[in-house]
């Protein structure tokens, strides 16, 4: 089966960098997916790595490194409107169209 | 704009009530999803399906069942509701080949006294 580990939180500061780390086991792997939840709202789609390196949008990156089953989300130039649960998703290596999500991390950023 | 909805945002019922929760996309996916989120938990998948009148299990389908009689309508059924139900239920669309990219909806937070 699938299983990703991801820390369960993260503090930093307006302005800074964070770096939120997700590692995986597959049986199958497609790529990997990072989603957003603000408390009491829905994931929303972040970004998805299928090929090794940075993907970038904005202020966010997402890379992979399928040789370490690894893979990051860059948050750049902190917001607090960035505080929120980051979860990372892996195909379910079944052949069917389902995803298995971390259990996610805690994002908190302080003034 | 894509849009999932679902029925109720807050539900109280008792246990051993039949308890219904209805999805609706409006995208014409071929793929929807429900899901459970407990904290601590993350998200669980509960029941899934990849066409009209398909269902298959996920990791936790016990105590739980699902209707899918048109493609934008999917519906989760709690036949006895029970106070280990308690949770957010999260629905989810996503194209046919392209599930890593899910649209959710708003949640519905449900309590079972």
């Known amino acids: 089966g699938q299983s990703l580990e991801q820390p369960s939180e993260v503090t930093a500061v307006e302005g800074a960098i964070v770096q939120i780390n997700c590692t995986y086991q597959t049986s199958g792997f497609y790529g990997l997916s990072w989603y957003q939840q603000h408390d009491g709202g829905a994931p929303t789609f972040l970004s998805y790595n299928a090929l090794d390196g940075l993907e970038e949008t904005g202020r966010f990156s997402s890379f992979l490194s399928r040789s370490d089953s690894y893979g990051y989300l860059l948050l750049q130039e902190l917001q607090m409107k960035d505080s929120a649960s980051y979860f990372c998703a892996v195909r379910d290596g079944t052949g069917f169209q389902k995803l298995v999500f971390g259990t996610g991390t805690r994002l908190l950023v302080s003034p | 704009d894509v849009k999932v909805t679902q029925s109720s945002r807050y539900l109280v019922k008792r246990t051993g009530e039949k308890v219904f929760l209805e999805c609706v996309q409006d995208?014409?996916?071929?793929?929807m999803f429900w899901y459970r989120q407990d904290p601590g938990l993350g998200l669980r998948l509960i029941y899934f399906?990849?066409?009209?009148?398909?269902?298959e299990k996920g990791d936790i389908p016990e105590g739980y069942s699902v209707s899918r009689e048109k493609k934008e309508r999917f519906s989760l059924i709690l036949e006895s509701a029970s106070t280990n139900q308690t949770s957010m239920y999260l629905c989810a669309s996503s194209m046919g080949t392209n599930t890593d990219t899910q649209y959710f909806g708003p949640g519905t937070r449900l309590t079972v006294l």
């Open positions: 399906s990849y066409d009209v009148k398909m269902k």
């Open positions: 995208m014409d996916h071929e793929n």
